[in-house]
Structure formats: structure tokens, C-alpha cells
């Protein structure tokens, strides 16, 4: 019988383990996860659990005791040390653990501020886990003063969380306009002006100098010379993919973990899935950072793991929660050279396409799930309706399918 190790207890381990036993898999897995908890659900973290709408058990992927039922050995609060692809073994302390095949789904960990500008200072917070938010959950008074830095969904995310708990927020985006990194510039308008109606000081093109105090963070000089009065930091300048151990056991690394279209590495024995990984996609290779993503790449790796020799292909959407509107994207929009803007269904509501040419790559629905299901349908299909029957308020959106 193989014997598996899977290394990352998040997302996509959990989802891997649970397809290689529906898939009929009778050999042994071990899934080790760092963390203490059981594997959870992220996305919530900077909305619902942050906010006090969901409790912690709510999280949980599956009930621990689901593990034992399907013979996966579960272990967590462990570090793994190294792995050794030459004898295929992985070394946690004075411990070696064997395998017949390895899957590393080691995700991503947030980028911190250095500490030469105040990044070690007390009160300085990241969004990425469980003891990330649990720290930070008990600065969320009233009348707290909160900078965030960085104008991204996970920013956004949380200065929609703050304002809502009734803190002054303000948020510094060095970029020229918030989200500039994943979305057109209507998509930023739209949620700028969402902010700004609920009290958040957004500042765009500005950027952080260094946080000031002694032990903990008071202020924060900007780069326009600005000084602010600050109880606590959140910072959400982006991810960096966990590829240390791979690194260190000579895997090839590109944007992350090197994989085939399959999901393989470049050893044969060692796959990987999800956030940490890269893969072939048109004339380059990709890497996503998504829970779908985490999902469909580490059951399709799964399912390569049993033979099936499956070419992975990504169907990429995403979705924020910002006060009371949900933003669903579907598609990628690299490379696209116009957006159509089509009219809300009611106040407050809105979705634009991305197009490269005649081409649909992506549309961003706010408060639109119409807009969005028939967006995905068409992208996955590969149909590209007339830019300007999509304009059309007068459209029926699904007759786009036909």
C-alpha cells in the first residue's frame, strides 16, 4: 500500500486527504498542519469570524473527529523540519517520517513590514490566520484609531469590519488607487466610494515611512510627511507562497512551487497544490490564491496520485465581503484592454466586464450574483457576447448563454 504525507493542513490538504479516500486510496496519510487547530476556512477570518457572526467550531472544514473516521493521521501544532527526496523521508525533530508519495500544500504566508520601520513594534497585526485575528480581536473598540496599510481586498476587508465596530480607520495605499493590482479602475471607484460613505479615510499614493512608538505602535509617519496617532496596525500588503521546504529539498521553484500540468513536481514522488504552487497555463505558468483554487488544483492532484492523468484547469473565481455587498469575480482579467460598465439591478449595485478585444476574460458583479453566475457560465464555455447587448440595461443577461 503507498504511503502518503501531506505537508499544510489548510485548505488544500484538507480537501486532498478527503479525495484520496473517496477515490478508494487504502494506504496510510499523514496530514501535518502547524497550526493547533483542526484545518479551517481563511476567507472568513477578515469578515464574519472578525465581526463575532461566526464562532470558531463554524470554521472548521470538518469535525475533528472525521480524521480518525477516515484513517488520516492528523497531526497538528508540528513543524516539519526538512524533507529528504533521496531517501523519502520527512524530518520533524528527532523524528522521520516515510513516504511513497509526497504532497506539499504549504500555502503562503503574509508579507510584514521590517522591523527597521516599526514592523516588530506591539500592535502591528497581519490577516492570515487564526492567531493572526484572535490577537488582533480584542483592539476592535469603539473609538480605537486603526491604520491599514495596504489597499487590497484584505485591507478593504478589514477596514469594512472596523468602520462597522465603530473605529477611526484610515487606510494608505501607495499605489495610485486602491485594488490597482487585481481590478480596473470602475471596480476601485466603486468601492473607494463605499468606503469613504462609511467614514474610512482612504489615502491613495501614499505610502507607510515607519510606524513610531516605544515597545508599541502610537503613530505612523506617512511619505507625504504626515504624522498620525494609531492604537494598532493591520497590514495587508500581499502573500508570499510557502516554498522553504522545497526550496531547501531541491525542488524547482517558479513564482512558487514548480509543478507539470498535472501537478507534479520536479521530483516524481513530490506533488503540490494550492497557494504554494505554479502551474502551466497558456504560454506561461500561473499561480492563484484562492480557496476554489486550493479546492480544484489539490482534488485534481489527488486524483493524478490514483493514475488518472487529468490536465489541470483552472475555472478562477473569487469573492470579497465589504459592509453589505458582495463582490463575486469570475475569470482572470490579465490582459484586457476595455471594461463594459452594465447598469445595477438595484441602488448600489454594479458589474463590469473585461475584455481583451471581442474576447470576455472576467467580470466583477457587486451585489449582482446574476451578472456574475451567467459571467462565469459564458467564461468557462468560452463565449464572448456583444459588448454592447451586455451595456444594454434592456438585456436579459441569460439569454447571453444561448
Not at 485575528?133 to 476587508?157: C, H, N, Q, S, T
Not at 509543478?259 to 513536481?265: E, H, I, L, M
Not at 446574476?370 to 436579459?396: F, H, Q
Request: charged residues 25%; negative net charge.
Amino acid at each position: 500500500m503507498s504511503n502518503i504525507v501531506v505537508i499544510g493542513a489548510g485548505q488544500a490538504g484538507a480537501s486532498l486527504v478527503a479525495r484520496l479516500r473517496k477515490n478508494g486510496h487504502e494506504g496510510t496519510i499523514t496530514l501535518i498542519g502547524e497550526e493547533t487547530s483542526p484545518p479551517y476556512q481563511r476567507p472568513p477570518l477578515s469578515k464574519a469570524y472578525l465581526l463575532g457572526d461566526m464562532d470558531l467550531e463554524r470554521l472548521y472544514l470538518r469535525p475533528l473527529s472525521y480524521y480518525a473516521e477516515v484513517r488520516v493521521d492528523l497531526r497538528l501544532g508540528t513543524r516539519v523540519d526538512r524533507i529528504d527526496p533521496a531517501t523519502r523521508q520527512v524530518h520533524i525533530g528527532d523524528e522521520v517520517v516515510p513516504f511513497d508519495t509526497l504532497v506539499l500544500t504549504t500555502g503562503s504566508a503574509p508579507r510584514r513590514l521590517p522591523a527597521a520601520i516599526g514592523g516588530a513594534l506591539e500592535g502591528v497585526h497581519v490577516v492570515r490566520d487564526l492567531t493572526d485575528v484572535d490577537a488582533m480581536e480584542p483592539r476592535f473598540g469603539p473609538g480605537a484609531k486603526v491604520l491599514i496599510v495596504g489597499g487590497g481586498y484584505i485591507g478593504l476587508e478589514a477596514a469594512a469590519v472596523a468602520a462597522k465596530k465603530g473605529l477611526n480607520v484610515t487606510l494608505v495605499e501607495m499605489a495610485e488607487r486602491i485594488l490597482q493590482r487585481v481590478a480596473a479602475p470602475e471596480t476601485s471607484d466603486f468601492f473607494r466610494a463605499l468606503h469613504r460613505e462609511n467614514g474610512v479615510d482612504i489615502r491613495e499614493g501614499v505610502g507607510l515611512d515607519r510606524l513610531l512608538g516605544e515597545g508599541h505602535v502610537s503613530g505612523a509617519r506617512l511619505s507625504d510627511g504626515t504624522e498620525i496617532e494609531v492604537d494598532f496596525v493591520i497590514v495587508g500588503v500581499g502573500i508570499a507562497p510557502g516554498t522553504a521546504l522545497a526550496e531547501a529539498a531541491g525542488l524547482e521553484i517558479d513564482n512558487g512551487i514548480k509543478v507539470d500540468a498535472q501537478g507534479r513536481t520536479s521530483d516524481p514522488a513530490i506533488w503540490a497544490a494550492g497557494d504554494c504552487a505554479s502551474f502551466p497555463h497558456g504560454e506561461g505558468r500561473l499561480r492563484l490564491e484562492s480557496v476554489p483554487n486550493a479546492i480544484d488544483m489539490a482534488e485534481c492532484v489527488a486524483d493524478n496520485i490514483m493514475g488518472a492523468g487529468k490536465v489541470y484547469v483552472p475555472q478562477p473565481w473569487f469573492w470579497s465581503d465589504q459592509y453589505d455587498v458582495k463582490l463575486q469575480i469570475a475569470g482572470l482579467n490579465v490582459g484586457y484592454d476595455r471594461i463594459i460598465a452594465r447598469p445595477g439591478s438595484s441602488e448600489g449595485s454594479a458589474s463590469f466586464w473585461y475584455y481583451a478585444g471581442d474576447r470576455l476574460l472576467a467580470v466583477d458583479a457587486m451585489n449582482e450574483p446574476r451578472a456574475y453566475m451567467v459571467g462565469k457560465r459564458l467564461i468557462d464555455a468560452g463565449k464572448s457576447p456583444s459588448p454592447d447587448a451586455v451595456t444594454d440595461p434592456e438585456t436579459d443577461l441569460k439569454s447571453l448563454l444561448k
